[in-house]
């Protein structure tokens, strides 16, 4: 009865709200290791203002919008540091492309905050910790996770606990939980509004669920009925799907001649190959799926895909490369190939084994050359 009645709780509790903490400071402590369990601030520029404090600077009083001089005035100690937008915009997309291994369906609202529905998991909450504990070991940077029936609640419970929170509001628990919260967490009311409300006695959530209907109205006019439905843990508001940032990498090329020597065509493929999985490794994943397409001379078009164990490595899957070619290929001359990898993988720290072979010191030479000289400072043999 117990195990029954949990695992409804769990079948219907499946929206995850997840925030990054302190993301613009966590990002430069992955960029600057230094500066971890310090007070840091992130922020100045034109506008002279904090954009992200570190939880060792909040107990200061200091926190994101106050002036940058106050800030100093209340932590000599606080280390300064301007912002570098380029950098969290690629951990902000480094989040939610994992986030996407977890769940199709994502709403993303700010750079660092998102809902996900778990909805098709027996055990969301095990998952939900899964995701939390893989955002920190791959990607470096700490986030707080609410689990709940709806965005609202899950909203609230993922920013009542922070840092490195997981907080889960049980299916029917949703009124007791915003109870005794102050109004301010409730969407609508902002500085102004939760003023006027503490002046005519509200001010908990529980005050807005027992209020007299007459009193919202004149405090909220047609909002009344919405707000005190959200008092009330009830929001029907559906996750809005964002388009997928990268769930496959593919190339393609036509030939200045139409080709017709199985060779070529598989040294193509194999240089084209090469290009999508160093853009796979740059993202730190791995792929479980190679799809290659031929456009005959004839215009006809002919795709294989095969799937095998999760690799970063183009070498792994050369084979496997052959093996579809030869599948399709029949003797035509082909004017167009390409090659999509897809089935992405994450790859956290503790995977290094699982997907790298002994071969794959050759990769990484090739990938620090390109680095560092360009993308055609050095080839592979094929590619020549
Ligand atoms: N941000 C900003 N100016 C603000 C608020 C935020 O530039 N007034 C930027 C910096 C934050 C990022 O957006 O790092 C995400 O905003 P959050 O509100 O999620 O704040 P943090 O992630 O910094 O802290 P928290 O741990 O409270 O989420
Ligand atoms: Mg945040």
Redesign the pocket.
């Known amino acids: 009865m117990i195990y029954l009645s949990l695992f409804f709780c769990y079948s219907i509790m499946v929206i995850v709200h997840l ?7 966590s990002v430069e402590r992955v960029k600057n290791p230094r500066l971890i369990g310090l007070p840091v601030i ?1 922020g100045g520029g034109v506008r002279g ?1 904090v ?3 570190s939880y060792e600077a909040r107990k200061f009083g200091i926190h ?2 106050m002036p940058i001089w106050k800030a100093k005035s209340l932590c000599s100690a606080a280390v300064f540091v301007q912002t570098d937008m380029d950098a969290y915009r690629e951990f902000s997309q480094k989040l939610f492309q994992l986030q996407e291994l977890y769940s199709p369906f994502i709403e993303k609202c ?4 998102g809902y996900i529905s778990l909805k098709h998991e027996s055990d969301p909450i095990t998952k939900a910790r899964e995701l939390q504990n893989q955002v920190k070991s791959t990607i470096g940077i700490t986030v ?1 996770l609410g689990l709940g029936t709806n965005k609202l609640v899950s909203q609230i419970a993922g920013k009542l606990w ?2 490195e929170g997981l907080t889960v509001v049980p299916a029917g628990t949703e009124k007791e939980f915003l109870k005794t919260l102050d109004l301010s967490w409730l969407p609508g009311f902002g500085p102004k509004a939760t003023q006027a409300a503490k002046y005519k006695g509200f001010s908990t959530i529980g005050d807005i669920q027992s209020a007299d209907m007459s009193v919202l109205f004149e405090l909220l006019g047609n909002k009344a009925d919405k707000v005190r439905g959200l008092a009330n843990g009830i929001d029907l508001s559906e996750i809005q799907l964002t388009p997928n940032v990268a769930k496959s990498y593919s190339e393609q090329a036509t030939f200045e001649k139409d080709i017709r020597i199985k060779q070529e065509i598989y040294h193509k493929l194999q240089a084209m190959l090469d290009n999508v999985m160093r853009k796979v490794r740059l993202d730190g994943k791995a792929v479980k799926t190679l799809e290659i397409k031929l456009r005959t001379a004839a215009f006809k078009t002919v795709t294989k895909s095969i799937s095998f164990e999760p690799t970063d490595n183009e070498e792994v899957i050369y084979p496997v490369l052959l093996e579809a070619l030869t599948s399709v290929w029949v003797g035509h001359s082909i004017r167009l190939v390409g090659v999509t990898v897809s089935n992405l993988a994450y790859k956290s720290a503790g995977q290094l084994d699982l997907f790298n072979t002994p071969d794959d010191k050759i990769t990484k030479l090739l990938d620090s050359m390109k680095s560092k000289f360009g993308e055609n400072a050095i080839k592979r043999g094929h590619a020549l």
């Open positions: 925030d990054a903490d302190c993301f613009y400071v992130v203002v954009a992200s404090a994101a919008a700010s750079i660092d905050e707080s922070k840092p």
